[in-house]
């Protein structure tokens, strides 16, 4: 409990008998986008910047899970088991299809790249509802500069969350209030989608977003009553995940915090690296992996992710 700051005491069962916050392995220089693999009991995770997805296991350690990967940003896992990606390279959701041993099965597929006829700017972060829809960002960090994708002028003129239905194929904008959303998940019930506006990432100004967004979610598929849920310093909520309690853990510069369902910050998790993006895993879904920098961190928590 030494590495975890309670702020408020709804969050002391939480972190009753948590280990301590361990470094896993590094290499990287910019990780993102990490996800549980639960039939190998692994963790892959982007570093986007050297254009590569690295793996982390028990037995191996870090190793480089794939080369050329077309900038990857986030990842998540299909309702069948296929792995998902927000490809900042080729502007595109891609996935891979895995083997028992978490190995990619033929040729990757685009599943979706273009809003009528436009190319999206850079897919960010992917969530999967539980009908199968799949729902995603689309800021410009991608085509921003060559060092995580390419550099382009956008398409689309706006940034968006998209909602995408894998069955009928239609791609719909769920939301344009936001200007430059980034991270993304639902909360247990899946009746409120919670994303980060992160505009103020590549200005110098001052100006622009730094805070998490909650939207009622209505019949399913439609987004209503957008207000913010909480303002992030320092740093900014690039990803995020929640527990089964409804907590937003959400990335920051010097920490993970913790956020109550009401809006109260309630923890942090300090870190020594600026912090990406993070998912729950392991066999039990109460490990915290925190893509941080240059490095994947671990904390054993006593929750389980909402998802695992």
Known sequence: MNDIEILDPRFQPVAQGASPLERLGGGAIWSEGPVWLRETGQVLWSDIPNDRMLSWHPQDGVT???????????????????????????????????????????????????????????????????????????????????????????????????????????????????????????????????????????????????????????????????????????GLADGFRLDLHGFVYTSSEDSVQVYHPDGTRIARIPVPEKVGNLVFGGPAGNELFIAASTSLYRIKLNTRGATA
Do not use: M
């Open 64 to 234: 480089v899970w794939r080369d050329a990967v077309d900038f990857t940003n986030g990842h998540v896992r299909e309702v069948h088991g296929a792995l998902l990606h927000c490809s900042h390279g080729l502007r595109a959701i891609v996935r891979t299809r895995l083997d028992a041993e978490g190995r990619p099965i033929g040729d990757d597929e685009i599943v979706v790249n273009r809003y009528q006829g436009r190319r999206l700017n850079s897919p960010n972060d992917i969530v999967v509802k539980r009908d199968g829809s799949l729902w995603f960002t689309d800021p410009p960090y991608g085509i921003a500069s060559d060092r995580e994708g390419h550099k382009a002028e956008s398409e689309l003129g706006r940034c968006y969350v998209f909602r995408f239905c894998p069955i009928s194929g239609a791609l719909r904008i769920a939301s344009d209030w936001l200007e430059e959303p980034n991270g993304l998940a639902f909360s247990p019930d899946e009746r409120l989608l919670y994303v980060s506006d992160t505009s103020a990432a590549l200005r110098t100004d001052g100006s622009g977003h730094h805070h998490i967004v909650v939207f009622d979610v209505v019949g399913g598929q439609d987004l209503a009553n957008p207000r913010v849920f909480a303002q992030i310093a320092p």
